[in-house]
């Protein structure tokens, strides 16, 4: 299969392969919350891109290690645990209580023995998992193309993280909104957090958000192919009413936002997809008094050394 970078996809086309895939995750993703130690600001509960497709962290359970992956090549998921023992879970159309019960299966399967509170978390009117029986629609070829767009803003905001020392996050996709992030911080602390998306405990945010940050990412929603997005926490005077290159500021959501549809549409997708995140960072970071020179690095400075001229793909970041 050749991978197709920054390929279209309208959100309206696949509204209902993504609500169910969005809970397939989040079914997933709570395995991987009650399996793994807490790290900063839930970072181990959060899905790596992979070759295949989305795959947590390394779990562990009853009897053994254990680690999923959603493969949208083959479209199943897979578990595999640390003893060689491997159970599929197909990715069709179908409801989330049959995925629910069909993982139930694997998980029991594999002797892994875990227990998850059944209940979506940051959407309105959630509904139990179990309890989720209507019949959805799932489009194999739009969930590959969703990857595939992550692919392809992987290495921006890769190569973004790279010119950071100080904390930041993995690139890592959340289940929780079903966005790619990726976070720096400051190194101080942030007021409490106020507000939270429906069906989300405060401790989740409280967590989340204890850490003055400049966050930035992307979403499958928000226009018409999807939403690259930054904001920074707590937000600094002056932020929103500033005027940058690319982007604009949402009042709405309280962050900078730039649509997919321009990025891929640009004559060099990475050189702006980079542009936005740093004009961006810069704005907030500077209003916000960080100290630039002591957290920021030249992400290129052994490249000479490293890779001898043998990495062509890093010449378009």
């Known amino acids: 299969m050749t991978h197709n970078r920054w390929p279209a996809l309208r959100v309206d086309d696949w509204t209902s392969t993504r609500d169910l895939l969005h809970m397939w995750l989040q ?37 053994d290690s254990f680690d999923a992956e959603f493969d949208f090549v083959a479209s199943e998921l897979v578990v595999r645990s640390t003893s060689g023992k491997r159970h599929a879970v197909p990715l069709e159309s179908g409801s989330v209580a ?16 875990c227990s ?24 194999p070829k739009a969930a590959l ?33 079903l966005d790619l992030s990726v976070t720096r911080f400051s190194g101080r602390g942030a007021p409490p957090h106020q507000g939270n998306p429906p069906n ?20 499958p929603g928000g226009s018409s192919e999807g939403t690259f997005y930054a904001y920074q926490y707590p937000e600094p005077d002056g932020y929103r009413d500033a ?34 995140l ?13 100290d630039r020179a002591d957290l920021e690095v030249d992400p290129h400075r052994l490249d000479a050394k490293i890779y001898r001229g043998q990495a062509p793909w890093r010449h378009r970041l």
């Open 145 to 177: 193309t969703f990857w595939q767009q992550i692919v392809s803003m992987e290495p921006a905001f890769a190569a973004w993280r790279s010119g950071f020392i100080g904390k930041d996050s993995p690139v890592q996709l959340f289940w929780g909104s």
């Open 278 to 290: 740093n004009e961006t960072y810069a704005l907030g970071a500077d209003n916000a008094g960080w």
């Open 27 to 63: 079914i997933v993703g709570k395995v991987e919350m009650v399996s793994t130690s807490l790290v900063n600001h839930w970072w181990n509960v959060s899905y790596e891109v992979s070759a295949r497709g989305f795959r947590t962290r390394l779990m562990h359970g009853v009897s």
């Open 200 to 219: 989300c405990p405060p401790w989740v945010m409280a967590e989340a958000e204890s850490r003055e940050n400049a966050a930035a990412g992307f979403w």
């Open 98 to 113: 049959t995925f629910w019960g069909r993982l139930q299966e694997a998980l029991d399967d594999l002797a892994l023995g």
């Open 243 to 276: 005027h940058l290159s690319v982007g604009h500021f949402d009042t709405d959501l309280g962050e900078w936002v730039l649509p997919y549809e321009e990025v891929r549409a640009s004559g060099d997708p990475d050189k702006l997809l980079l542009q936005f």
């Open 116 to 139: 998850i509170v059944p209940i979506p978390n940051e959407i309105p009117n959630a509904v139990a998992f179990p309890a989720d029986t209507t019949e959805r629609d799932y489009d």
